[in-house]
């Protein structure tokens, strides 16, 4: 028992000529998943480095056989018929991706935002519920707990725009007043919020890897290609994307991200982490007192806007500037993320542009674009261009097992099933536009409908005398 299990080198499936490239073996895998495979074990897919022994993917004989054995039937039905479960299970019709290109569908349905004067959620699709009891209640009970442990009486404050991120429907919110207008609490409840749900769905897919991978080990007979619930991966592993226009705000995100983690490991990147981007927001420069202090307060930090990097969620601990095919989040800045996109890095040996390989964002399933206001004083146009280059099928082949990967990946809907959070102090028709025209998720919008009050009539006419 104390010993480590060996593990086994996955057999590849025979998919023709052994899936030389990624666009011809996912023909191919079209064409077998209507087909009866031939009698071969199934294989269990590690989307992880090599050398990371203590991966989320991999887990222990006596993991595996606790999470088989003692996953009662009522647990099972709680699991199916969360919002997580309920998202990425469906099935879309072609009447539905008709109507989702054609966008025909129009904001019929309203509901009070509470805490935001004169304003109120408009939304698409089906009315959400009211709020529940307890908005937390799909969320594991290890994060659930550590949240109301470092949280406490807050958690409440954020659960109203938690339970928006949890119906995983698309998301604009041009009302959020910003730490720099002096709106920290609204600003920090509305981060935590989507960084809640950001955890909730990293966990959420790598907890349903890890039972599918113990199925597979347990009970070698299991026929992959019958069952449509061990196909529970993507092409690769990045699952969330964080949009962000200064390294001072990732800073802020990141280690607001860490706390609110239950992993109380820290990894040696994290001295690369304050290196590079700051060791707290404590240790700013004097403010200029010619400039107003929105100026100050936002200007005060790094002001760089290029940077690119991955974190990674193992058992035990969260690593920075992890290998972007082995991170679940992507913390990146518009312009860097343009010019990876583009080869437009160089190499320091050559001195040529790097290849173009942005195959790690074909699997994005959720969005956030914070700041929206301050990247569009940059280049909204690489804001735009990122966002195009989302959910496309990968140009090569990478380590994944095609026989696990979901259908709608495999169909190219998964634009479809994105979702996108759009985050902003004030609403401009560009940010209009992007909303509309490039957030397709297939559950609905939701967006914040402010009413200002005019002040026209309050003005009195000069009378000529």
């Known amino acids: 028992r104390g010993q480590k299990r060996r593990r086994e080198k996955p057999q590849r499936p025979v998919l023709d000529d052994d899936l030389r490239d990624s666009s011809a073996g996912i023909i191919a895998v079209k064409a077998v998943r209507r087909e009866k495979p031939s009698n071969e074990s199934p294989q269990v897919l590690h989307q992880n480095d090599d050398d990371d022994s203590d991966d989320c993917n991999v887990s222990s004989e006596d993991e595996a056989h606790y999470m088989i054995s003692n996953k009662s039937d009522a647990l099972d039905e709680m699991e199916s018929s969360c919002s997580f479960q309920r998202h990425v299970t469906h099935v879309l019709a072609n009447d539905e991706v008709n109507a989702l290109v054609n966008q025909k569908s129009k904001f019929k349905w309203e509901m009070p935002a509470e805490d935001i004067p004169k304003s109120k959620w408009v939304g698409t699709g089906e009315k959400i519920k009211g709020a529940s009891d307890d908005p937390f209640v799909d969320v594991k009970g290890k994060l659930k707990d550590h949240w109301q442990k470092i949280l406490s009486d807050d958690l409440n404050y954020r659960s109203r725009f938690f339970s928006l991120c949890n119906s995983y429907r698309d998301i604009m919110h041009c009302?959020?007043?910003?730490?720099?207008?002096?709106?920290?609490?609204?600003?920090?409840?509305?981060?935590?919020?989507?960084?809640?749900?950001?955890?909730?769905?990293?966990?959420?897919?790598?907890?349903?890897?890890?039972?599918?991978?113990?199925?597979?080990?347990n009970d070698a007979n299991t026929d992959v290609m019958e069952d449509d619930s061990y196909r529970d991966q993507g092409f690769t592993r990045p699952k969330v994307l964080f949009l962000l226009p200064l390294k001072s705000i990732a800073r802020r995100i990141v280690k607001r991200l860490i706390q609110l983690s239950p992993l109380t490991q820290k990894d040696n990147s994290m001295g690369q982490f304050k290196k590079e981007f700051g060791e707290s927001d404590d240790e700013l420069e004097e403010p200029n007192s010619s400039k107003p202090t929105d100026f100050n307060l936002l200007f005060a930090g790094d002001v760089e806007d290029h940077f690119l990097f991955g974190i990674k969620f193992t058992k035990k601990s969260v690593k920075l500037y992890s290998n972007f095919y082995a991170s679940d989040i992507i913390?990146?800045?518009?312009?860097?993320?343009?010019?990876?996109?583009?080869?437009?890095?160089?190499?320091?040996?050559?001195?040529?542009?790097?290849?173009?390989?942005?195959?790690?964002?074909?699997?994005?399933?959720?969005?956030?674009?914070?700041?929206?206001?301050?990247?569009?004083?940059?280049?909204?146009?690489?804001?735009?261009?990122?966002?195009e280059q989302l959910n496309h099928l990968p140009s090569k082949e990478h380590v994944t097992n095609v026989m696990r990967i979901r259908p709608w990946y495999l169909d190219e809907q998964a634009r479809y099933y994105r979702q996108t959070i759009i985050l902003s102090s004030y609403l401009t028709p560009e940010m209009n536009a992007l909303f509309n025209g490039s957030c397709l998720n297939y559950e609905g919008k939701v967006k914040l409908a402010t009413e200002f009050t005019g002040v026209l009539p309050k003005i009195q006419l000069e009378i000529r005398q």
């Not at 920090?188 to 597979?216: E, F, G, P, Q």
């Open 331 to 387: 913390v990146a800045s518009p312009l860097a993320l343009k010019l990876k996109i583009d080869g437009g890095e160089v190499t320091k040996k050559k001195g040529r542009p790097k290849e173009n390989d942005s195959d790690f964002l074909s699997s994005i399933e959720i969005v956030v674009v914070d700041y929206a206001d301050v990247i569009s004083m940059q280049n909204w146009s690489h804001l735009h261009a990122v966002l």
């Open 175 to 217: 009302n959020k007043k910003p730490f720099y207008l002096k709106g920290s609490k609204v600003d920090s409840s509305t981060m935590d919020a989507y960084l809640m749900h950001a955890l909730s769905h990293v966990h959420r897919t790598r907890d349903v890897v890890i039972k599918n991978d113990a199925k597979l080990r």
